[in-house]
């Protein structure tokens, strides 16, 4: 089975800072991860996936992140916050590559961005 | 295009009502999941449909039922319902593509379901 942790679940920064959500993922075999954002009110949005073709995935929104196997995470980064980043990051895991798969997600984390 | 629509978007029911949700894929789609999102917590995966039939399913008890229609579209079914079933319920469609190129989830807006 597999799983995803997402260490913090409120994270809060400054406009213009640094932003760093963390994910670790638990896979017997090689894992598809993602991440997705979530406005208030709203469904769920692709940031970023990725499918092993590329350790550091780039997404929308001017974030990235990058698969390090030998840490078993996959944090999602973006190196200036805008206050529009303020939402809900989710992490998920399959084992499916197809449009076909299940998805597990972590509990989510709630990004603040202050003024 | 428009993309994964849900209805209705809230409703309240009350303990041991039944409920139905709807979901219409986006175009082109012909795979419909089902997620439920407690508050605060993360999407769970409640079970997915193509051709219309059930392929996979999460661990969700058989109150959790669905139903897919030859136009793709699809139904979730809540029996019996507990104050524990509130939540947000989330569709998403997808087409059976490899992930590179297609294949991605589409979600929906949700459908809040409160039980009192």
């Known amino acids: 089975a597999q799983s995803v942790t997402q260490l913090g679940s409120h994270v809060s920064v400054s406009e213009g800072a640094l932003v760093l959500l963390r994910c670790n993922y638990s896979s017997s075999v090689p894992p598809y991860l993602f991440w997705y954002v979530q406005y208030p009110n709203q469904g769920l949005q692709l940031l970023l996936k990725?499918?092993?073709?590329?350790?550091l995935v780039k997404g929308i929104n001017g974030f990235e992140a990058e698969f390090k196997k030998s840490e078993t995470s996959f944090h999602l980064t973006k190196p200036s916050a805008h206050m529009s980043d303020a939402a809900e990051y989710f992490c998920?895991?399959?084992?499916?590559?197809?449009?076909?798969?299940?998805?597990?997600f972590g509990s989510g984390t709630r990004l603040q961005v202050q003024p | 295009d428009a993309g994964v629509t849900q209805s209705p978007t809230h409703l309240i029911k009350t303990r041991g009502q039944q409920v139905t949700l709807r979901c219409s894929p986006k175009s082109g789609h012909d795979t419909v999941s089902w997620y439920q999102q407690a508050l605060g917590q993360g999407p769970q995966f409640i079970f997915q449909y193509y051709e219309e039939e059930e392929r996979q399913r999460g661990n969700f008890p058989d109150r959790f039922s669905g139903h897919q229609f030859p136009n793709y579209s699809s139904e979730l079914n809540v029996n019996a319902l507990l104050l524990g079933d509130s939540a947000l319920y989330l569709c998403?469609?997808?087409?059976?593509?490899?992930?590179?190129?297609?294949?991605?989830?589409?979600f929906g807006e949700g459908s809040r379901l409160t039980v009192l």
């Open positions: 990725y499918t092993s073709a590329a350790t």
């Open positions: 998403a469609s997808s087409s059976p593509g490899q992930a590179a190129n297609t294949g991605e989830l589409f």
């Open positions: 998920a895991v399959t084992l499916t590559n197809t449009g076909r798969r299940a998805l597990t």
